[in-house]
């Protein structure tokens, strides 16, 4: 499994810059570069979150961003994937995989 770092304190899985969802899906069907994709995990930190798992470094990344490098049948093969999202607020659209590399 990846090892996975995110970077978007707005959301409410986000834990000491891990992930505590059990597992994450990136959109972006049509990208070309890290600006067209987003985590569509991403809950704000202002929702209700009723079911949550322990922040792990290391979590299977679904990935619909066909478009990248380390997309393998939909899953993200990448050694070490980075979720951003500085300004994240209301929705997946404002978050990214920075790991993105268009094949």
Do not use: W
Not at 55 to 70: E, I, R
């Amino acid at each position: 499994m990846p090892d996975l770092r995110c970077h978007v304190d707005s959301c409410a899985y986000h834990q000491d810059n891990y992930c505590s969802a059990g597992r994450i899906s990136v959109d972006g069907k049509r990208a070309s570069d890290p600006d067209a994709t987003c985590c569509n995990t991403f809950i704000p930190q202002s929702a209700q979150n009723s079911m949550s798992y322990e922040p792990t470094p290391h979590m299977s990344v679904q990935c619909d961003a066909v478009k990248c490098k380390y997309n393998s049948d939909y899953v993200c093969e990448a050694s070490s994937i980075q979720i951003s999202g500085e300004n994240a607020c209301h929705d997946s659209g404002d978050t990214l995989c920075a790991t993105f590399h268009e094949k």
